[in-house]
């Protein structure tokens, strides 16, 4: 899409950044907070949560949101829960989800996310969902990477004509250290989150 043609969506604001959890969502909050973009969290334990594509006003305004590796951040949201989370809720994920594995995340992908259930877990819910509609089409006018954070700002400061310069803080890092992840784990992640794979091309 062409820049004007963004432009022309952004008659009242500068736009929407969708916060798909565990995609550098904390880096790009604070973007956004600075840089007047309309945030769309990700809390579905709010009885009022509203997906991005039921936001009426959704197609008048620039919209975009971050992709991940589906492995790194299946890897990462583990890591978050078995830490604790960020708070009571996470902890009661945490709990049910992730401690009885005792960090061990091969057994937990063979195990818990064969099951299915953990995938309605909104650190483990696939991307897509975050921003596709019924019809299983994006609603974001722009992808971002994850693993290319500070280029992809560059291109967001272009695109909002935002000639500020942002130091970018990655915010709740929970990827620590080397995890080994065996064959059959990656086999089962690249099955269960083959949407992910397929739309986000990795």
């Known amino acids: 899409m062409l820049i004007m043609q963004l432009f022309k969506k952004t008659p009242k604001k500068r736009?929407?950044?969708?916060?798909?959890?565990?995609?550098?969502?904390?880096?790009?909050?604070?973007?956004?907070?600075?840089?007047?973009?309309e945030i769309v969290g990700h809390n579905l334990r709010d009885?009022?949560?509203?997906?991005?594509?039921?936001?009426?006003?959704?197609?008048?305004?620039?919209?975009?949101?971050?992709?991940?590796?589906?492995?790194?951040?299946?890897v990462s949201a583990f890591q978050f829960l078995s830490e604790g989370g960020i708070n009571?809720?996470?902890?009661?994920?945490?709990?049910?989800?992730?401690?009885?594995?005792?960090?061990d995340f091969n057994a937990f992908v063979h195990s818990e996310?064969?099951?299915?259930?953990?995938?309605?877990?909104?650190?483990?819910?696939?991307?897509?969902?975050?921003?596709?509609?019924?019809?299983?089409?994006?609603?974001?006018?722009?992808?971002?990477?994850?693993?290319?954070?500070?280029?992809?700002?560059?291109?967001?400061?272009?695109?909002?004509?935002i000639t500020k310069h942002f130091e970018m803080p990655l915010k709740n890092p929970s990827a620590k250290g080397k995890r080994i992840i065996d064959s059959k784990s990656e086999s089962i992640i690249r099955e269960v989150y083959y949407k992910d794979y397929l739309m986000f091309n990795y």
Request: charge should be neutral; proline fraction near 4%; glycine fraction near 6%.
């Open 47 to 74: 009885p009022n949560y509203q997906y991005f594509k039921d936001y009426e006003d959704r197609m008048s305004y620039f919209s975009f949101a971050f992709a991940r590796n589906p492995l790194d951040r299946a």
């Open 113 to 161: 996310l064969t099951k299915g259930e953990v995938l309605k877990q909104l650190h483990f819910m696939p991307q897509h969902n975050w921003i596709t509609d019924s019809a299983g089409k994006l609603c974001v006018d722009m992808i971002c990477r994850f693993e290319n954070l500070e280029q992809e700002v560059t291109k967001l400061n272009q695109l909002l004509n």
């Open 15 to 37: 736009g929407y950044f969708v916060h798909i959890p565990k995609t550098a969502g904390g880096s790009m909050r604070y973007f956004s907070r600075h840089v007047g973009l």
């Open 88 to 103: 009571e809720e996470d902890q009661k994920d945490a709990q049910q989800y992730v401690s009885p594995y005792k960090g």
